[in-house]
Structure formats: C-alpha cells, structure tokens
Nanobody, 121 residues
Framework: QVQLVESGGGLVQPGGSLRLSCAAS????????MGWYRQAPGKQQRELVA?????????????VKGRFTISRNNPKTDNAKNTVYLRMNSLRPEDTAVYYC?????????WGQGTQVTVSS
C-alpha cells in the first residue's frame, strides 16, 4: 500500500508560479513511476501533466513544456522519503484544475486526494 499526500495548490495570478508537492509513504520502494495529472472544470477526464521514472526520465504534456518541471528525491539516499514535486511557472488561466498525484507500482496505481490550482486575476 502507498499513501499520497499533496500540498501546494492555491490561487495565483496569470504569469505566477506555484510548486506542488506529493509525499508518498508506505511501500515506497515499490514505486517505479510518479506523476501529476489534472482535471479541469467541466471536463470528465484527467489529463497527464508530467511523469518521472525511478531513473529520472521525464515526460510532459505539450502545453506545459518549458513552463513546468517535475522532480523527485531518491528514497534510497534521502532518508527513505519519496516526494515528487511539480514546479509550475508562467501559469495561465487554462492551467486551472484539480491536480492529482500518481504513484505507479507493478500491480496498480495510487492517487492522491487532489489539490486545487486556480489561475486568475
């Protein structure tokens, strides 16, 4: 079992920045991928924003490339903490959504509870 706790959402003006954090606990050494998805208002499906593997390979949604950066610490060297971050710069109103953290293990996926990001003047 893996538990995920997200933090860092909020209200920001267009052009501003936020950093989201997602702390994993439980069976963290079984996690091989972590990432962020988002669900915009009025949309039924979540879209992939960014992912990072245990080998630090990253993947981004085209519309956030160059503005968002995903990173994670290494639980083997960082006191067994497994946290993934999403640094979001140059935020736009269309980035408004609930952002969900994801952790993938060989048999299933775990989701966080979501954190609201609102970009508005």
């Amino acid at each position: 079992q893996v538990q995920l706790v997200e933090s860092g959402g909020g209200l920001v003006q267009p052009g501003g920045s936020l950093r989201l954090s997602c702390a994993a606990s439980g069976s963290i050494f079984s996690i091989y991928n972590m990432g962020w998805y988002r669900q915009a208002p009025g949309k039924q499906q979540r879209e992939l924003v960014a992912t990072i593997t245990s080998g630090d390979s990253t993947n981004y949604l085209d519309s956030v490339k160059g503005r968002f950066t995903i990173s994670r610490n290494n639980p083997k060297t960082d006191n067994a903490k497994n946290t993934v971050y999403l640094r979001m710069n140059s935020l736009r109103p269309e980035d408004t959504a609930v952002y969900y953290c994801l952790a993938a293990v060989p048999t299933t996926r775990y989701w966080g509870q979501g954190t609201q990001v609102t970009v508005s003047s």
